[in-house]
Nanobody, 126 residues
Framework: QVQLVESGGGLVQAGGSLRLSCAASGRTFSSYAMGWFRQAPGKEREFVGTISWSGGSTYYADSVKGRFTISRDRDNAKNTVYLQMNSLKPEDTAVYYC?????????????????WGQGTQVTVSS
């Protein structure tokens, strides 16, 4: 059974920063890609970014490119992936989810992922 638990969400002013964490358990975390998605009220869940199994490859949505960075602990011992969010904007307000898939490289589609966390709320005030 795979479990993903996000943390680190909260309220921040526009221009500020937050770092989200996603702790994984239940299988060989280090072998598979991870992704981050977000969902604002009344909107569909959208892709934020993904990181490969080794951490050597990342890919981001245009809306966050240059502001958000995904990383995973270097030796994967902590089974944790991070989403560093800088220069936050009110339109970044959403529930943020991490997800994993049984492949080494991630995708940008919700359907590409097999397991999901419960989400963490990020609110950016103007």
């Amino acid at each position: 059974q795979v479990q993903l638990v996000e943390s680190g969400g909260g309220l921040v002013q526009a221009g500020g920063s937050l770092r989200l964490s996603c702790a994984a358990s239940g299988r060989t975390f280090s072998s598979y890609a991870m992704g981050w998605f977000r969902q604002a009220p009344g909107k569909e869940r959208e892709f934020v970014g993904t990181i490969s199994w080794s951490g050597g490859s990342t890919y981001y949505a245009d809306s966050v490119k240059g502001r958000f960075t995904i990383s995973r602990d270097r030796d994967n011992a902590k089974n944790t992936v991070y989403l560093q969010m800088n220069s936050l904007k009110p339109e970044d307000t959403a529930v943020y989810y991490c997800a994993t898939r049984t492949r080494r490289y991630g995708g940008s589609s919700v359907d590409a992922y097999d397991y999901w966390g419960q989400g963490t709320q990020v609110t950016v005030s103007s």
